[in-house]
């Protein structure tokens, strides 16, 4: 179980690098804020953010000024990830609404609030050690981000089957908001599940439950995003011939 | 979000040539382009000639207007001459279009 979960998670860390990556390329073809923000999210809070914590916190044999280091690094991952994810999902399904842009900014203001409290208080080394302090205050803004991101692809996926139905949508386009949705939604769970735990002080990680649930949802989620943003000629055709059967 | 010039115009239509007042035309209008997933916003033309040929005629004979096919035909035509030049480029669907790329 172990050797699964950790492949996993590197099956999940590695997609979120190397499809973050590509994304943040893209942005700098297009220059469009959309594809910069959704590559640094998933860069970021996917491919670092999670990696860098675990190192800090398991990797006992390291001393403590390395672990901190580690963690405070992935903790910064953290801040301009999940950031950049709630400032997506401003601006590309409420751009006109008055609330997201303050939603965003109260987002990025209680992460940055949480990890100076973790700075001038307990610090980090106490962290690296019993996974305690203000900085958990971020695992439960993580879950806010995840439920708005899961509820905006949901609904922006529901309208765009609907315009599918009349001719007015590109299957393709359709399903990478289903994945998109999916991923978001994987998310939200596990993040619910491990903010839940964190806080009932249940420990989770290293343990049968902890590993099974991390290898599946990060196999899930990475899955998801390597068909959403780099899918392969053939699954691609298999979409298209599915959507045209349905026609 | 201000609606979309071609919104404007077929509530418009709608209420000028039907038993319809300007409320219940636009309330109509909303409800077709929620069922067909599209937004008063950012529909552009060919999307509203599409509603209207798919989908309002039907949306108008449950609120009583007789002859909605006849009457959607015509603001169709009318709604062609329109242009989208008001219509916001980055919808959620030409955004994931793009990151695929």
């Known amino acids: 179980m172990a050797m699964f979960a950790a492949l996993a998670g590197l099956f999940s860390v590695l997609t979120s690098w190397f499809v973050g990556l590509r994304l943040v390329l893209l942005a700098r073809r297009t220059r469009q804020a959309p594809e910069l923000l959704i590559g640094l999210a998933l860069f970021l809070a996917g491919g670092c953010w999670s990696p860098l914590v675990a190192i800090g916190r398991q990797a006992t044999a390291l001393s403590d000024p390395v672990r901190a280091a580690l963690v405070v690094a992935g903790a910064v991952c953290g801040v301009a990830g999940m950031t950049s994810l709630a400032v997506f999902n401003w601006r590309v399904y409420r751009p006109g609404a008055a609330w997201a842009p303050v939603a965003s900014a109260l987002i990025a203001l209680a992460l940055v609030a949480a990890f100076l409290v973790q700075c001038l208080g307990i610090g980090w080394v106490e962290y690296a050690h019993t996974e305690q302090g203000p900085w958990l205050l971020a695992s439960w803004v993580g879950v806010g981000i995840y439920l708005w991101a899961s509820v905006e692809a949901w609904r922006q996926y529901r309208m765009q089957v609907r315009r599918q139905a009349l001719g007015l949508a590109d299957p393709v386009v359709t399903d990478r908001m289903r994945l998109w949705a999916l991923a978001m939604g994987a998310a939200f769970a596990a993040s619910t599940f491990f903010a839940a735990c964190q806080a009932l002080g249940i420990p989770v990680a290293g343990t049968v439950v902890g590993l099974s649930l991390t290898g599946l949802i990060a196999s899930f989620a990475g899955a998801c995003m390597l068909l959403a943003f780099a899918p392969p000629a053939a699954y691609l055709a298999r979409v298209r011939r599915a959507a045209g059967a349905e026609g | ?101």
């Open chain 2, 1 to 101: 979000m201000a609606d979309a010039p071609v919104f404007e115009f077929v509530c418009g239509e709608i209420e000028r040539r039907s038993s319809l007042g300007r409320l219940e035309a636009r309330g109509t209008v909303r409800l077709a382009l929620k069922e067909a997933g599209l937004s008063p916003g950012s529909i552009s033309v060919s999307e509203m000639r599409v509603v209207l040929e798919r989908v309002l005629p039907a949306a108008l004979a449950s609120r009583g207007v007789e002859n909605g096919d006849a009457l959607c035909s015509e603001i169709r035509t009318g709604a062609a001459r329109l242009q989208d030049s008001a219509r916001e480029a980055d919808t959620p669907e030409a955004i994931f279009g793009r990151l695929g790329g």
